[in-house]
């Protein structure tokens, strides 16, 4: 019976990292493959082995051609949603409850792949204070945290989006004016 083939894939594109080369994503993948298996780095491209040589050298150049422009259309993509969430803001909205009582919401957090349950059961250990993920007005997600934990709410968001390459992402806190009740006449 003969041994079993072992095949090994890419952690970024999750092909066969023979097939990387024609995806998208090829710089990262050989950079990946580089990293975590250099042995099977240096087998594929370090060689000089024709990878197509079964075609003719007008077919090859062609193709080589328009997988390039393909894998730098997809870097210019990566880059423009990079710098389109930079300039999104993510707002920390102080609301007062009742006479010195306030709570914290936090909006706008859906569009950097957070996952808002398990950020909102952080903050309520970290602070010692309920938290929940609820919709605001208008139907979107938001974070309601119990207290005014504002500025330290602020620091660890900083310290977050640090941690995911999202420096340039603005955080504005506004304070909401509770409305006055009329005294009767």
């Given at each position: ?79 423009r949603e990079l710098r389109k969430l930079q300039q999104e803001k993510i707002l920390i909205k102080r609301i ?90």
């Open positions: 019976m003969p041994e079993p083939i072992h095949v090994l894939y890419c952690g970024v594109c999750s092909l066969p990292v023979e097939y990387c080369e024609f995806g998208k994503t090829f710089k990262k993948c050989k950079q990946w493959l580089q990293e975590n298996n250099p042995n099977e780095f240096n087998k594929l491209y370090n060689s000089e082995a024709p990878v197509l040589s079964s075609l003719s050298k007008e077919r090859e150049a062609e193709i080589s051609e328009s997988l390039a422009k393909m894998q730098l259309k997809e870097e210019r993509k990566e880059a007062p409850r009742t006479k010195h009582k306030n709570i914290i919401a936090i909006s706008n957090l859906d569009q950097f792949d957070i996952d808002m349950k398990k950020l909102a059961k952080k903050f309520a250990s970290k602070f010692a204070t309920g938290a929940s993920v609820s919709k605001n007005l208008e139907k979107k997600e938001e974070i309601v945290i119990q207290g005014d934990v504002g500025e330290e709410v602020e620091v660890y968001l900083t310290e977050l989006l640090k941690e995911k390459g999202l420096e340039g992402v603005k955080l504005e806190i506004v304070d909401e004016k509770r409305h006055a009740r009329k005294k009767p006449a």
